[in-house]
């Protein structure tokens, strides 16, 4: 998936979107981290702002809990529901 500079989504859920997709495949495994915001910047030379609003769309959409001073990790998927 590319990054479309001039697209009209914001770059924050284009990025959003790139990581979702990697979860979705495995790239990013449960329980383990997702890059830093600061390697989010370098990879896809966005402001860390803008890293930080992608990885904010990731949690608020349950594929990711942020840990302070910790990082972000993938959350693993249940199964089955839990009571």
């Known amino acids: ?3 479309d500079l001039d697209g009209p989504e914001p770059l924050y ?3 959003a979107a790139v990581l979702a ?3 979705a495949d ?3 495994e449960p329980r ?3 890059p830093s915001e600061a390697a989010l910047c370098e990879e896809f030379k966005v402001s860390r702002p ?3 609003a992608a990885v904010k ?3 608020d959409r349950g594929l990711t809990a942020t ?3 910790k990082g972000t990790f993938v959350v693993e998927k249940s199964t089955k529901k839990e009571k």
Do not use: P
């Open 13 to 15: 859920e284009q990025i």
């Open 1 to 3: 998936m590319k990054i």
């Open 67 to 69: 840990v302070h001073g």
């Open 57 to 59: 769309v990731l949690n």
């Open 26 to 28: 495995g790239t990013y």
């Open 32 to 34: 383990r981290r997702i």
């Open 21 to 23: 997709a990697r979860i």
């Open 50 to 52: 803008t890293a930080r």
